[in-house]
């Protein structure tokens, strides 16, 4: 599970990434990375940036 928020033009944060433990280690939050970025690639231009708010482990992981 992931969030994108933005102004709708050249800012975005990724926020809240997460994946129930059970899940953890099979993929899935690289799977949800994937996707999001799939998403920047077709539906922003191409001066957005964009930040990802995380904890330690998750911003080494991302």
Known sequence: MGRIIGDGGISYAVIDI???????GKGYGRLTMKEID???CKNTDEDYYIILIANLLADKFF
């Not at 997460?18 to 953890?24: I, L, T």
């Open 18 to 24: 997460m994946v129930d433990k059970g899940y953890q």
């Open 38 to 40: 799939n998403y920047f």
